[in-house]
């Protein structure tokens, strides 16, 4: 099997890991949004907006830094132990101290003291699994990965059909029955959030035979290497985590009181419509991060990674395209409620600064194999920056459509950055005229369809096979050396 049609593969796989069960947490989507409100399910992203930049802290970099020593290492299993160790200790430490520290917490973020006790757990059982799924994916383990991943996901859609649709039914129908011990009127929340502390707690015992075969072995040398290489992987992760979720938080500070929660609902609500983009690059960038550094030695690594992000850029332009223009039958699909589409306008804005993202990601490759970590987190910081001052500056004006051009503005400078200091410390061939060109097609296609003709199927739909010929004529063969070669 030749070198990228094994990557495909492994992307393939990892993509089912990761599109199903976001396909099967999508189905949600249009779940929440019939039973809540525009402003609870407002709240409700407010919180695991929180709960993304509480993740990033308590995975610290090491799932990166695993990576990098765990493929260079004579001694896997000290590097296994060891990553293992700092995980548990530090979880340990951040559930006590979160415990301890709870009113505090739930006074400066806002969050209800009886949601923040289940986010606490939810967090900490998560941080737990990080290390046994990295290693699942060093060791090229992508089926078992996929299926833990997708029986999590599931349990979870289970137990939100059942608390938020089922329970209220059986309950209204026998009021004295063996269901209605555990029903509790307006606690719709709370379920979602117990629904996923269950999967959470299952996900761990079935990832708890790394924990229960290692020998635990601390190595302190090797811990600080992995620290010294962690931290700026987790000061870039905190910035790219402001640049996801840190505009729910400011819309909500920001906007009167009386709108904040239903704009940040609409917002949130439309904002997923740009899911299958991000669930393209997630895929991607999960089958790529191994092949980075397990390739970095290899005979000249840098055409690979070339046309790597060639090929991104191909499928990518026509994710774009193809869900702006089906953007109205999406949002009938997923967001079926009339009140939350005002923020429609923001779904074109969204996917390109996804693809964007998924671009810097595969731009990413020359500061993680050369050890130049620190400027994924300059890179980061410019783009979390920049996401704070136009969200500060411009929501009390124009509200979710400044977070929406924050967010498009944040990534593409941070995708420009990427390229420009890449070509300084690590010169890669990207054809750079082929991805401009398929980017800039793309762009102007779904800008006509989606606002000049006004999700008009009729113009979209010839706009889309227009694009889809120019690939195939262009791309045909080099896709055929691909997959049809053994």
């Known amino acids: 099997m030749n070198l990228f049609k094994k990557l495909f593969k492994q992307t393939a796989i990892y993509g089912l890991a990761t599109v199903l069960p976001r396909m099967l947490s999508f189905l949600l989507l249009p779940f929440h949004t019939d039973i809540l409100a525009t402003g609870d399910y407002g709240q409700l992203s407010v919180i695991y907006a929180w709960f993304a930049i509480f993740n990033v802290f308590l995975a610290y970099g090491m799932e990166t830094a695993f990576f990098r020593f765990y493929n260079g290492s004579d001694n896997r299993k000290k590097v296994v132990s060891t990553s293992l160790i700092s995980i548990m200790v530090s979880t340990m ?101 117990i629904a996923n502390l269950i999967a959470s707690s299952i996900t761990l015992l079935l990832m708890l035979k790394l924990y229960l075969r290692s020998k635990f072995v601390f190595d302190i040398a090797l811990w600080k290497k992995m620290m010294k290489y962690a931290l700026p992987v987790l000061v870039a992760g905190v910035a790219f985590t402001v640049n996801e979720v840190f505009d729910r938080i400011l819309l909500e500070k920001l906007l009167p009181a009386d709108v904040a929660d239903s704009e940040v609902g609409m917002y949130s609500a439309c904002y997923k419509l740009a899911l299958f983009m991000t669930l393209f690059a997630t895929a991607f960038r999960l089958g790529i991060e191994p092949f980075f550094f397990s390739h970095s030695n290899t005979e000249n690594p840098q055409k690979a990674y ?79 920056v920049l996401t704070i001052i136009i969200n500060l500056v411009f929501i009390p004006q124009f509200g979710y459509m400044a977070s929406a051009m924050a967010t498009l503005l944040a990534y593409g400078c941070m995708m420009m950055l990427s390229f420009f200091f890449g070509k300084m410390y690590y010169p890669i061939p990207y054809n750079f005229r082929k991805i401009t060109f398929y980017l800039l097609v793309s762009v102007v296609f779904s800008g006509l369809s989606f606002y000049v003709f006004d999700r008009n199927l009729f113009i979209g739909i010839p706009l889309l096979i227009l694009f889809l010929g120019m690939v195939y004529k262009l791309e045909n063969q080099n896709l055929r050396k691909i997959f049809l070669k053994k």
């Open 306 to 384: 070339a046309q790597i992000t060639n090929y991104f850029v191909v499928l990518g332009s026509i994710i774009l395209l193809g869900v702006v223009v089906f953007a109205d039958v999406l949002k009938i699909l997923f967001v079926r409620d009339p009140k939350y589409w005002e923020a429609m306008n923001i779904v074109p804005i969204i996917i390109l600064a996804s693809f964007f993202l998924g671009i810097y990601h595969n731009l990413s490759v020359w500061y993680k194999v050369t050890d130049r970590t620190k400027f994924g987190a300059y890179i980061s910081l410019i783009g979390a």
């Open 93 to 193: 430490v951040f559930m006590a101290l979160a415990l301890l520290l709870q009113n505090g917490i739930a006074e400066a973020s806002g969050i209800n003291p009886q949601y923040l006790r289940f986010a606490i757990f939810i967090l900490t059982l998560d941080a737990l699994v990080i290390i046994p799924f990295a290693w699942l994916r060093a060791n090229e383990k992508p089926m078992r990965y996929a299926v833990v991943k997708i029986l999590n996901v599931a349990i979870n859609l289970g137990l939100n059909v059942f608390f938020l649709y089922s329970l209220p039914k059986m309950v209204s129908s026998d009021p004295e029955g063996l269901f209605s011990v555990i029903y509790k009127p307006d606690f719709q929340i709370s379920y979602i959030f």
